[in-house]
Structure formats: structure tokens, C-alpha cells
């Protein structure tokens, strides 16, 4: 797997084998937190879309994932998330399927409906 981050507010996820690399085509960016929250949503995407494909007896090895983020303010944080996918080998008439797939990915759902955080100081 690689993750490629291709802006400060953006990456691209491909499921290449071997183990998961994360690369910048420049010492200009750095892996961020922000990054890691953007692949996360990739990863998880991905991998209820290769389920899915297994089940319907699709090839899942060229899909890719882009993920971009806009930044929100008051406070700082980010707006809006948008996820773009690449499936050349997808058959047309499973592109609709293939969103709500995209939709069951558990991140996606954490981002959707946020959870409670909490926060303490253990001494």
C-alpha cells in the first residue's frame, strides 16, 4: 500500500503491494496529523470497497483514493472532507453501488456523526 501525500491538504492512497509506505514528492510536506486523518478515511474506503469487490467478483487492484480537506475556522480545524475514487476496471453500472459502499466505511461514519471526547490528566 502507498500513500502519497500530494499537498499540504491532500493525499492519494493506491493498494500497491507490499507494506504501506507513505512518500512526498518533496521535502516541502511532511506527513501531519492531517494527512493521517485523511488516509485513514482512505484505507477504510478502500477496504470496504475490496471487500465488496471480492464479493461481487470484481478486480479491486486499480482502484485509488484521493483525499483533500478545506480548513474551517473558530475554531481552526478542518470544514470539509472530499474523497474522489479512480476504478477504470469498475463496470458503469456499479459506479452507484460503489458510493454507498464508499459510505459503510466505519472513519467515514466517525466523521459523519463525531464521537464524545474526553480529556484528563492522569498524575
Not at 14 to 21: Q, S, V
Not at 56 to 68: C, E, F, G, H, Q
Not at 97 to 117: E, G, K, M
Amino acid at each position: 500500500m502507498k500513500i502519497t501525500l500530494l499537498s499540504e491538504e491532500s493525499i492519494r492512497f493506491e493498494p500497491l503491494p507490499g507494506p504501506l509506505t507513505v512518500e512526498s514528492p518533496s521535502d516541502e510536506h511532511s506527513f501531519s496529523p492531517f494527512h493521517m486523518m485523511g488516509s485513514a478515511l482512505a484505507v477504510c474506503t478502500y477496504s470496504v470497497m475490496h471487500a465488496w469487490a471480492e464479493q461481487a467478483k470484481l478486480d479491486a487492484t486499480d482502484i485509488t483514493i484521493d483525499v483533500s480537506w478545506t480548513w474551517a475556522e473558530d475554531p481552526h480545524r478542518v470544514g470539509a472532507y472530499e474523497l474522489r475514487f479512480r476504478w477504470p476496471s469498475l463496470p458503469e453500472n456499479r459506479i452507484g453501488a460503489a458510493h454507498r459502499v464508499a459510505q459503510a466505511c466505519a472513519v467515514h461514519a466517525t466523521l459523519s456523526h463525531p464521537p464524545a471526547i474526553s480529556i484528563a490528566h492522569i498524575a
